[in-house]
């Protein structure tokens, strides 16, 4: 099996890999098995590739959460019919990430074959050190940011994006006071907090309430749910 391990813009290309290596990667019988199981957090079907520049995004949301599989030539219903121009979709899908995705993040692509003589390419995406990732399109001057939801792709919010960016960051500090403290409070009693709330209940600017959220997200306070519209709060 040939097989590839890339970094976007620092390409490595391993032309056979060596039995350690090859432990990392599915065989057919784990992939039926993943498949059954539908999308989710870590994985993602494609039927083929016809817009590289959409499926791009579902592999840099992989990279800014927890990593994932995407498999080409699986419908979203989850049937393995496999790529019949398998090299193509590889070329431009890797096309695609190359123009698009930036900056640079982890992942092996492979294939397995069917009986079908077809087969299924396979991205896997490792959890990135580097984020926040994101595409940048011809078509839009703005570059975004995408997170994995469950089984959804969702592009990032402002503080989405600042935490990915500083999640690592050590020393971290806030100020316990009366804000916070309601805060703590109205999440005993309460599920989650959206950034609106938080900022209408306790009379505070965007601004501050955004910077108070992240800095709570970042010490271990709170957690973050990202939404398509607005991202929801709870304690840890």
């Not at 940048?136 to 592009?155: A, G, H, M």
């Amino acid at each position: 099996m040939s097989l590839k391990t890339m970094r976007t813009g620092n390409e490595i290309v391993l032309d056979q890999a060596t039995s350690n290596e090859a432990e990392m990667y599915l065989d057919l019988r784990n992939l039926k098995h993943l498949v059954r199981h539908g999308e989710g957090q870590r994985l993602e079907f494609k039927m083929k590739v016809k817009f590289p520049e959409k499926i791009v995004k579902e592999l840099v949301a992989f990279a800014n959460s927890d990593g994932g599989h995407l498999f080409v030539g699986v419908s979203d219903d989850g049937q393995i019919e496999g790529s019949k121009f398998v090299d193509e979709d590889q070329f431009l899908l890797e096309k695609a990430i190359s123009q698009y995705c930036f900056p640079a993040f982890t992942y092996h692509v492979y294939r397995i074959p069917l009986e079908n003589g077809r087969a299924v390419l396979v991205y896997q995406v490792f959890e990135s050190v580097d984020k926040p990732h994101f595409v940048q399109l011809e078509t839009d001057p703005n570059p975004v940011c995408y997170v994995r939801v469950n089984d959804r792709t969702i592009k990032a919010s402002k503080e989405m994006k600042q935490i990915l960016r500083r999640e690592n960051e050590e020393g971290l500090s806030f100020a316990y006071g009366d804000t916070e403290r309601w805060l703590m409070e109205y999440l005993r009693a309460h599920e989650h907090i959206t950034l609106s709330e938080f900022a209408l209940q306790c009379q505070l600017p965007a601004w501050l309430a955004s910077r108070k959220l992240v800095l709570l997200v970042l010490s271990r306070v709170l957690k973050i749910e990202p939404g398509e519209n607005q991202d929801h709060y709870s304690l840890r």
